[in-house]
């Protein structure tokens, strides 16, 4: 177990002296309380609460250890060690992190894509009853369309036929005309 003073776990964790007293009030930071007045905090508690110690802060702490505690002495060598490992843990839980950022990323962008196509497939079986609905007026159309046209064609036939009798008509007139007096009353 490492412990240090509140003035060395200051230094360590980077944050002042009045924000480790309150967070050791708070509870948020456990502490030893040593003499009649003193308290020195854990390393490892330090960390917890603070994130880990940089590789420099490690020796500090094996030399405040190495002072401070004349009946417990950590090796530098392990401490550096120790301090190294729990940067890399750190970094491996940093990556975890990440990695779990991306799938959920992932899934909501599976999910959108999933509901994207569901209203794909919807729009295409409104669309089939549309088409449907757009044939059949398209049918009716055609079929006004060409009663239209066979009505027209029908009265185009009445008005040449009647045509040609009025002409046919017209030359008997003009050759009624062309008779003399006596024609016209005896034949």
Same mark, same amino acid.
């Given at each position: 177990m490492?412990d240090?003073?509140v003035? $060395?776990?200051? &230094?360590?964790?980077?944050?002042s =002296?009045?924000?480790?007293?309150?967070?050791?009030?708070?509870?948020?930071?456990?502490?030893?309380?040593?003499g009649?007045?003193? +308290?020195?905090?854990n390393?490892a508690?330090l960390e917890r609460?603070?994130?880990?110690?940089?590789?420099?802060?490690?020796e500090?702490?094996? +030399?405040?250890?190495?002072?401070?505690?004349n009946?417990?002495?950590?090796? &530098?060598?392990?401490?550096? &060690?120790?301090?190294?490992? =729990?940067? $890399?843990?750190?970094?491996?839980? %940093?990556?975890?992190?990440?990695q779990q950022?991306?799938?959920?990323?992932?899934r909501?962008?599976? *999910?959108?894509? #999933?509901?994207?196509?569901? =209203?794909?497939?919807? *729009? $295409? =079986?409104?669309?089939?009853?549309?088409t449907?609905?757009? #044939? $059949?007026s398209?049918q009716?159309?055609? #079929? +006004?369309?060409?009663n239209q046209?066979? #009505?027209?064609?029908?009265?185009? &036939?009445?008005a040449?036929?009647?045509?040609?009798q %009025? +002409? /046919?008509?017209?030359k008997?007139? *003009? /050759?009624e005309?062309?008779?003399?007096?006596?024609?016209?009353?005896?034949g």
């Amino acid at each position: 177990m490492t412990d240090v003073s509140v003035t $060395k776990a200051a &230094e360590l964790s980077g944050v002042s =002296r009045t924000t480790l007293y309150n967070d050791m009030e708070s509870g948020k930071l456990s502490f030893t309380p040593k003499g009649k007045n003193g +308290r020195v905090i854990n390393v490892a508690e330090l960390e917890r609460v603070y994130g880990s110690l940089k590789l420099e802060d490690a020796e500090k702490v094996s +030399r405040s250890v190495n002072s401070e505690q004349n009946n417990f002495t950590v090796p &530098e060598s392990q401490l550096i &060690e120790l301090v190294k490992l =729990r940067e $890399k843990m750190s970094g491996m839980e %940093n990556l975890s992190d990440q990695q779990q950022e991306e799938i959920e990323n992932l899934r909501k962008s599976l *999910d959108k894509a #999933q509901d994207s196509q569901q =209203r794909l497939l919807e *729009d $295409k =079986r409104e669309d089939k009853e549309k088409t449907d609905s757009w #044939q $059949k007026s398209f049918q009716s159309l055609e #079929q +006004r369309i060409a009663n239209q046209e066979k #009505q027209a064609k029908e009265k185009e &036939e009445r008005a040449t036929k009647l045509l040609n009798q %009025n +002409r /046919a008509l017209k030359k008997a007139l *003009d /050759a009624e005309k062309n008779k003399g007096l006596f024609k016209r009353l005896f034949g």
